[in-house]
Each structure stands twice: as structure tokens, then as C-alpha cells.
């Protein structure tokens, strides 16, 4: 049976204004012109979240699966058709228990894989990481979890500067696991090394990272020169001015640049008190900030509010559209599977009004009820 929606199509290379999206079972068949077409709504890929901690009042940082399973089911409803739990830094046998929870819900398909932010960062740029946990990486801890996980670890952030890094950042690539390059006091030097030894992301671009001098241009200069390294880019308006938002767009390139959530448990909750790695963090007016100090923690964005903030500060459709979905699964290694309204790929799609509002959601061919 084949199934047609139809309307204004966001392809990889542009937009087809009156288009139609072929799908058989859950791939793509055809992606072409249906001149029959009036005034239908915009039809964009799956969101691709590869950064998120959680959402609707549940939180992939405990490790618990329940939980996990009611946070990926509130971001779909909102388009990610596709995401990485991240957690944040914790014990070691936290890791472990979460990498062992979370293994079954990779192999069905609610998770796309786990992704450990810490705990081997930068004590000086942890943010909202609770410095309690952080310590040098460790490739003995490394190499553990991603024997247990069978490969549901799909990345590491990590400081380079701390160390072991490089050596934990060449156990990760040998391993297929993506090592990003986040919360880090790291001079231009010590990131260029570790894009030389293979890391490939550059988490939450700006947060959490030595700001740019012009005598030390530190990491987020060296990120953004890399023409291997995607940089992730949190579009809430609080993270980033939009200033910066575009400008990090522009030199990296829409196939660079990648827009993520970072979200927390309080994403689509009311605001109040709410807790991130053992931490307490109260959200007013919808920012997500540490009781104790202030510092921003996380987020309560989405991926449909990040595609249209984006929109809103000057990016145009199409180049969002890679950045919510084309690039990030590119990043992760999941590009030859998914993330594009393209033939052969799984058929995840988003239809969106013209306030780019979400309409409908479909996974693997299967319309969200």
C-alpha cells in the first residue's frame, strides 16, 4: 500500500512547493512534484534531538527506563522522531545501571542510543554539571560501558585538556562511538588535538566553554574551523543571543550546524522546582536555572520551538530544517538511515502549519495518534 502526503515539501536542496512524500511500509519511495497541490502545509523530516535530558516532568539522567520511555513519547508528540538520552555527570555505577536500562529501549527503537555528557569535564566550565562527579576520563570506565551497551552508546562529550582525553577520544572513534568536545577550559591547541584525534562534535557551542579572545581563541574558534566537527547550537534565546545564533550558522553552514534541545525534565511542564543530577534547578518563566548558583540548566525547549526561534531570528526553512534533522543524524552516523525526505530513507516526517506550528507526526511510516 502506498501512502501519499502531500503539500510543501522540505527536501535536502530545497523546497518543493507543491509536493508529495511516496511511502511504502516505513521507507520512502518517491519524493516529487504533485502540481494538484493547493496551499498545503509545510512537510519537513523527523526532528533529530541529539542532545536532550529530558521532558514532560521525566528525565533520562536517573537512568530509570519507565522514565525514559514517557520523556521520548513528549518529544515525539513535539516531532523528534529521533533521539540520543543524554545524562549528565554522574558515579560510575549510575552510568552503568542507565547503560544496561537503557540497552533494550535502543534495540526496540525508542531511543536512537545513549549519549553521556560527563562526568570527564572541566571543573572550571561545569556549568550546571554537578562538580561532585567530574573526574579525568577514564578508558577502563569507557571501554566497560560500551561492551555493555552492544551499541547503545553513541557518544561522549568530554574536556580535552583533562587527562587521558585523547586517549579516551581515540578509544571512542575506534569504537564507533562520536566524542564531542564540550564543557572545557581547553585552549585552541589542546581542541585541535582533539578533533586530530577525532572527536566530530562540539557540544552546546559557547556554553560551558572558555569564550573566544582574539589572543586565545580557545575552542569554540577551533570548533567552528574544523571542517569535520558539527556544532551544536541550543535556539532558545537564552543560551545563545540570535546574533550569535546566526553568525555561528553562517560560518559553520547549515551542514554544520545543528540544533539540539539540551532539554530537562521540566520541558513542557509548568514552572517551579525540578532536580538535574542530583541538583536542584528552579525554572521561572519557562529558563531552567541551578537553585544554588544561577547557572542555566539545560532548557525547556523543543525541537519544533527550536525549528521555528530559528526561523523567527533569520534562517531560512530549508537550512533549519537541516539543522533540526539532516545534520544531527548525520553527526550521530544514523545519515544513511534517516533525517531527510529523501528516497530509501525511514519515513519520518513532520507536517507543520505556516507558524510552522506541529500538525501531525510520523514515524517509520506510521502517523502518530
Not at 283 to 300: E, K, M, Y
Request: aromatic share 4%; with cysteine.
Amino acid at each position: 500500500m502506498t501512502l501519499r502526503v502531500t503539500g510543501k515539501v522540505v527536501t535536502p536542496t530545497g523546497v518543493i512547493r507543491q509536493g508529495c512524500v511516496e511511502i511504502v511500509g516505513d521507507r520512502i519511495r518517491a519524493v516529487a512534484e504533485y502540481p494538484s497541490v493547493r496551499d498545503g502545509h509545510w512537510i519537513v523530516p523527523g526532528f533529530v534531538d541529539m542532545h536532550t535530558h529530558g521532558g514532560g516532568g521525566h528525565t533520562f539522567t536517573t537512568g530509570d527506563a519507565d522514565s525514559a520511555r514517557e520523556a521520548a513519547a513528549f518529544h515525539l508528540r513535539h516531532g523528534t522522531t529521533t533521539l540520543l538520552a543524554s545524562l549528565v555527570s554522574s558515579p560510575f555505577e549510575l552510568m552503568r545501571d542507565a547503560t544496561a536500562a537503557f540497552r533494550p529501549l535502543v534495540e526496540s527503537g525508542v531511543l536512537a542510543g545513549i549519549h553521556f555528557e560527563g562526568p570527564y569535564l572541566s571543573a572550571d566550565r561545569c556549568g550546571a554539571q554537578n562538580p561532585e562527579f567530574l573526574r579525568d576520563p577514564s578508558t577502563e570506565e569507557l571501554a566497560e560501558l560500551i561492551e555493555l551497551g552492544g551499541g547503545a552508546v553513541r557518544m561522549v562529550t568530554l574536556a580535552p585538556e583533562r587527562a587521558g582525553a585523547l586517549a579516551a577520544i581515540e578509544l571512542l572513534v575506534s569504537r564507533g562511538v562520536v566524542a564531542a568536545v564540550g564543557h572545557t577550559d581547553a585552549t585552541w591547541q589542546q581542541t585541535r588535538a582533539a578533533v586530530a584525534a577525532g572527536a566530530s562534535v562540539g557540544t552546546h557551542l559557547f556554553n560551558g566553554m572558555r569564550p573566544v579572545h582574539h589572543r586565545e581563541p580557545g575552542p569554540v574558534a577551533a570548533l567552528l574551523d574544523s571542517p569535520n566537527v558539527v556544532c551544536e547550537l541550543v535556539a532558545d534565546g537564552v543560551h545563545l543571543h540570535d546574533g550569535m545564533l546566526g553568525f555561528a550558522t553562517w560560518v559553520a553552514g547549515p551542514e554544520r550546524a545543528a540544533l539540539i534541545t539540551d532539554a530537562m525534565a521540566a520541558a513542557g511542564m509548568p514552572d517551579g522546582e525540578y532536580e538535574l543530577g542530583g541538583q536542584v534547578v528552579t525554572v521561572v518563566d519557562g529558563v531552567a536555572r541551578l537553585s544554588r548558583d544561577g547557572a542555566i540548566a539545560g532548557s525547556t525547549l523543543t525541537m519544533d520551538a527550536a525549528l521555528r526561534h530559528a526561523v523567527a531570528a533569520g534562517i531560512a526553512l530549508p537550512d533549519a530544517a537541516r539543522m533540526v534533522a539532516t545534520t544531527p543524524a548525520r553527526a550521530i552516523g544514523l545519515g544513511d538511515r534517516l533525517g531527510a525526505l529523501q528516497t530509501g530513507l525511514r519515513a519520518d516526517l513532520v507536517v507543520l502549519d505556516d507558524d510552522l506550528n506541529v500538525v501531525r507526526v510520523m514515524r517509520a511510516g506510521a502517523w502518530l495518534e
